[in-house]
């Protein structure tokens, strides 16, 4: 019984480390398409076409996260974050692909640019939360974080400060 504890507990510390990898990735690619299209409606850029803003905001599919589903209550305490944040990376991604479809795709209004671009930072921000929690394990990625949460922290105050000139309430 000790031995299949053991195997339970690797398994489960390889999976956090594995989590803690993929988040990483989202917040990263989240944060950095946030901080593109940011600059598209600052920058009050006249025509905005919908396949500039899918291809910066469709993140790629999670990989390790669906297998990891099943385990998610063993998380304990973060692990509402966990879903809460692969939630948002999906509906982030279903609402890019469907802004293809957008009547006004070839110049989309900034309000719906707006949107896309709080979707992204409310991922980034949702991860935050996560990264003390599921430690990758690989010292160079785990010394980032301060980093890391530091940026995004000062792009959300920025962000907060002109979401409602976008209309994003």
């Known amino acids: 019984m000790g031995s299949e504890r053991r ?5 489960l510390a390889g999976l956090r480390r594995a989590l803690g990898v993929e988040v990483r990735h989202y917040m990263w690619n989240a944060y950095r398409a946030h901080c593109q299209l940011k600059v598209v409606l600052v920058e009050n850029v006249s025509s905005i076409p919908a396949i500039f803003v899918e291809d910066k905001a469709k993140l790629p ?19 509402a974050d966990i879903v809460l944040f692969f939630n948002r990376v999906n509906v982030t991604r279903e609402a890019a692909e469907r802004l293809l479809q957008h009547p ?3 110049n ?14 409310r991922i980034a921000e949702v991860g935050i939360r996560l990264l003390p929690e599921l430690k990758t394990g690989i010292v160079a990625e785990d010394q980032r974080d301060d980093d890391v949460i530091n940026n995004i ?7 907060n400060a002109r ?4 209309g994003v309430s």
């Open 7 to 11: 195997k339970v507990t690797r398994e």
């Open 61 to 79: 599919l999670p990989q390790i996260y669906p297998n990891a589903v099943i385990h998610i209550g063993e998380f304990g305490e973060c692990a």
């Open 104 to 106: 006004s795709s070839q």
């Open 108 to 121: 989309l209004p900034s309000a719906t640019v707006a949107w896309a671009v709080e979707g992204l930072i």
């Open 153 to 159: 922290k000062s792009e959300l105050a920025d962000w």
């Open 163 to 166: 979401r409602s000139a976008f």
